[in-house]
Antibody, heavy 123, light 108 residues
């Protein structure tokens, strides 16, 4: 059974750092596309980063240069290193497994999601 | 960057058909995916690649994509379908994954 369990969220001051983890079971993180998606309280979903099976990484403009996605093959775990945090980074952060498909053009969608971890940036 | 536009809310009576739209420039040339999210829960994929359903999703959920609009249709709506629904595409021109703003489906 595929499972994703996030951890590492909490309260952090503006300008601070935090590292989120997403422990996977039932599949191999390093062989799949993996992503982070966040949701500010009462708002919609926002994609923030993806790592391909070939280790290429992409980021939304809102976090580029501040956040880093990575994974540990031995722990089968995905990470999100967040630096220079701002109040607007406050959100529930979800990790998700991506599936790549081609149907005239390439696309990626998410078939499994974790339960999310809340990050609050406040003084 | 690519923008997806959804109506903030849709209301429908039980047993009727709900249609949730997702607008985008020439969205018909992209593959559209749809997620359902109930309060306090993670999103769940209900339609991928415009019209395909993952295992376990009822046939009542269907999708269509053409021109500048993609549509998620929920037939014979039930109280348990009340949720937020999000469309999503991959914008290959900018290597960005984009979500629509979400539509709250209310079952009257």
């Amino acid at each position: 059974e595929v499972q994703l369990v996030e951890s590492g969220g909490g309260l952090v001051q503006p300008g601070g750092s935090l590292r989120l983890s997403c422990a996977a079971s039932g599949f191999t993180v390093s062989s799949n596309y993996m992503s982070w998606v966040r949701q500010p309280p009462g708002k919609g979903l926002e994609w923030i980063s993806i790592i391909y099976s070939g280790d290429s990484t992409y980021y939304a403009d809102s976090v580029k240069g501040r956040f880093t996605i990575s994974r540990d093959k031995s722990k089968n775990t995905l990470y999100l290193e967040m630096n220079s945090l701002r109040a607007e980074d406050t959100a529930v952060y979800y990790c998700a497994r991506g599936l790549r498909m081609y149907s005239g053009s390439y696309s990626t969608y998410f078939d499994y999601w974790g339960q999310g971890t809340l990050v609050t940036v406040s003084s | 960057s690519y923008v997806l536009t959804q109506p903030p809310s849709v209301s429908v009576a039980p047993g009727q058909t709900a249609r949730i739209t997702c607008g985008g420039n020439n969205i018909g040339s992209k593959s559209v995916h749809w997620y359902q999210q109930k309060p306090g829960q993670a999103p769940v994929l209900v339609v991928y690649d415009d019209s395909d359903r993952p295992s376990g999703i009822p046939e009542r959920f269907s999708g269509f994509n053409s021109g500048n609009t993609a549509t998620l249709t929920i037939s014979r709506v039930e109280a348990g379908d009340e949720a937020d629904y999000y469309c999503q595409v991959w914008d290959s021109s900018s290597d960005d994954l984009v979500f629509g703003g979400g539509t709250k489906l209310t079952v009257l």
